[in-house]
T-cell receptor, first 116, second 116 residues
Framework: DTAVSQTPKYLVTQMGNDKSIKCEQN?????MYWYKQDSKKFLKIMFS???????INETVPNRFSPKSPDKAHLNLHINSLELGDSAVYFC???????????????FGPGTRLLVL | AQSVTQLGSHVSVSEGALVLLRCNYS??????LFWYVQYPNQGLQLLLK??????LVKGINGFEAEFKKSETSFHLTKPSAHMSDAAEYFC??????????????FGTGTRLTIIP
């Protein structure tokens, strides 16, 4: 009965590799998000999608490419991984259109990425 | 842009003592404010949110927060700490982007330790 799930939970990889993280929500929400939490626990939004369309892109390097095949899934593909990409990546979802309803966001358990 | 400041990156209280976690916000418009909790190796879970209905907001697990406009504060409290409250706590403000989409901006978090 997991609401927001992410795979994998842990990801260890070498610099320069390309990797993907998957996110799925079974809450019927229309809006999904990707957040990055750094080693100091600072949490910052990266992207937001509403009904498969990108609505927020917070000046993230274009090595990061989100893809939403349907409104229940938002995957994150990262090209040419760098040491600074090491972080915990959280997926989240919320009801509504993501436009001033200020709905609660529900978070996944996170994917811990370590780039060596 | 709106922001939140959490005073004290680490707070320790004895079991049974009052918990007080501080959050101040900066906003040019009436804010929507949230407290999230993150248990070790887990995602974020909503504790409570303020949406201008009532200044004292009650959340889960016995937590509550009071919105004080004059002090631009939204401090989180719990009368009696329990060992299970040990976690990282994040204050967040919801704001609109230039395109009318909402996003959460998080504070830097406060780690709560409970002393037996």
């Amino acid at each position: 009965d997991t609401a927001v799930s992410q795979t994998p939970k842990y990801l260890v990889t070498q610099m320069g590799n390309d990797k993907s993280i998957k996110c799925e929500q079974n809450l019927g929400h229309d809006t999904m998000y990707w957040y990055k939490q750094d080693s100091k626990k600072f949490l910052k939004i990266m992207f937001s999608y509403n009904n498969k369309e990108l609505i927020i892109n917070e000046t993230v390097p274009n090595r990061f490419s989100p893809k939403s095949p349907d409104k229940a899934h938002l995957n994150l593909h990262i090209n040419s991984l760098e040491l600074g990409d090491s972080a915990v990546y959280f997926c989240a979802s919320s009801q509504g259109q993501g436009n001033a309803n200020f709905e609660t966001q529900y978070f996944g358990p996170g994917t811990r990425l370590l780039v060596l | 842009a709106q922001s939140v400041t959490q005073l004290g990156s680490h707070v320790s209280v004895s079991e049974g003592a009052l918990v007080l976690l501080r959050c101040n916000y900066s906003s040019s418009v009436p804010p929507y404010l949230f407290w999230y909790v993150q248990y070790p190796n887990q995602g974020l879970q909503l504790l409570l949110k303020y949406t201008s209905a009532a200044t004292l907001v009650k959340g889960i697990n016995g937590f509550e927060a009071e919105f004080k406009k004059s002090e631009t504060s939204f401090h989180l409290t719990k009368p009696s700490a329990h060992m299970s409250d040990a976690a990282e706590y994040f204050c967040a403000v919801s704001e609109l982007t230039n395109f009318g989409n909402e996003k959460l901006t998080f504070g830097t978090g406060t780690r709560l330790t409970i002393i037996p």
